[in-house]
């Protein structure tokens, strides 16, 4: 499970949903570079998950794009 926040005009953040990841003890998040999707590293399920930023700030889809069998991941990381 992840946290789901707006974020104010001066940075302050107010929690909007507490969001099921599919993946056990969710570790590595990251926004993919267009900025929809957020990327999540189950470290104790093996598996990479993404999940579409919603329309209403904090807010975040059903996880999908499902990858699995990655030996504990924890970090992502895009490169170039």
């Known amino acids: 499970t992840v946290l789901g926040c707006a974020v104010a005009a001066d940075g302050t953040l ?10 056990r003890y969710p570790r590595g998040m990251e926004l993919s570079p267009d900025g ?13 998950v993404t999940m579409g930023l919603g329309a209403e700030p904090g807010r975040l889809g059903k996880p999908h794009g499902l990858a699995s069998g990655l030996p504990t991941p ?4 895009f490169v170039g």
């Open 14 to 23: 107010s929690p909007v949903q507490l969001a099921p990841t599919s993946t």
């Open 36 to 48: 929809t999707e957020l990327l999540v590293a189950g470290q104790g399920s093996g598996n990479l």
């Open 74 to 77: 924890t970090t992502i990381a």
